[in-house]
């Protein structure tokens, strides 16, 4: 068990580029869920996985993002056109399917997104 | 819907004091709750959950927390604080019977002086 991963950990860009980010769940954990975390707040939910299928979004989640898990493993999360409200942690973490709402959730380090 | 509220956005202690972070939540149904810990330019790691079995929920590093069901608490306690305590700590809550999207609180920031 060698823990969820996200990369890059860190990411400046310029407003309007887009980003991509990674994560790596841990190995046969079937959930994945995607969260922002800005400044003095807690994680909010952006969107989450079952294997690949994208079973929920978050109004935050508008038209500029978009995120994937094309084989259940790895996800993606992309941001087009970013804007400077963008800049936050974004949070991957994943679990098992033990089939409970109480199913631990297990995060990665974050990527730190930077729009200047 | 539900919701988290953190009371106290920083606590300050020192060491070897007690440890009280307070966490109530607002849930139509019985909730599970959670209390996770973050430290700097980290991910979340639960601290301990609450899902219905016995109230008074025991974690890791020594926290515990009391599900009370009458006052719509679930506040985190430790006996005495180290100084390795120092992070931020959140409180979650997932509505039973519902999806499983946790709603988390604002965060408290525990400082702990030596």
């Known amino acids: 068990d060698t823990g969820v991963s996200q990369n890059p950990r860190h990411k400046i860009t310029k407003r309007g580029q887009n980003v991509t980010f990674r994560c790596d769940p841990i190995?046969?954990?079937?959930?994945l869920y995607w969260y922002r975390q800005t400044l003095g707040q807690g994680p909010e939910f952006l969107t989450y996985?079952?294997?690949?299928?994208?079973?929920?979004k978050s109004r935050l989640l508008s038209d500029r993002f978009s995120a994937e898990r094309p084989k259940g493993s790895f996800s993606t999360l992309e941001i087009q056109r970013t804007e400077q409200g963008d800049s936050a942690m974004y949070l991957c973490?994943?679990?098992?399917?033990?089939?409970?709402?109480?199913?631990?959730?297990?995060f990665g380090p974050g990527t730190r997104l930077t729009v200047l | 819907a539900q919701s988290v509220t953190q009371l106290g956005s920083h606590v300050s202690v020192s060491e070897g004091a007690l440890v009280l972070l307070r966490c109530n939540y607002s849930s139509s149904v019985p909730p599970y709750l959670f209390w996770y810990v973050q430290y700097p330019n980290q991910g979340l790691q639960l601290l301990l959950k609450?899902?219905?079995?016995?109230?008074l929920v025991k974690g890791i590093n020594g926290f515990e927390a009391e599900f009370k069901k009458s006052e719509t608490s679930f506040h985190l306690t430790k006996p005495s604080a180290h100084m390795s305590d120092a992070a931020e700590y959140f409180c979650a809550v997932i509505r039973s019977g519902g999806s499983y999207i946790p709603t988390f609180g604002r965060g408290t920031s525990l400082i702990v002086h030596p």
């Open positions: 996985f079952q294997n690949e299928a994208q079973l929920e």
């Open positions: 190995s046969e954990h079937n959930r």
């Open positions: 973490a994943s679990s098992p399917n033990r089939g409970g709402l109480a199913d631990t959730q297990y």
């Open positions: 609450y899902t219905s079995a016995a109230t």
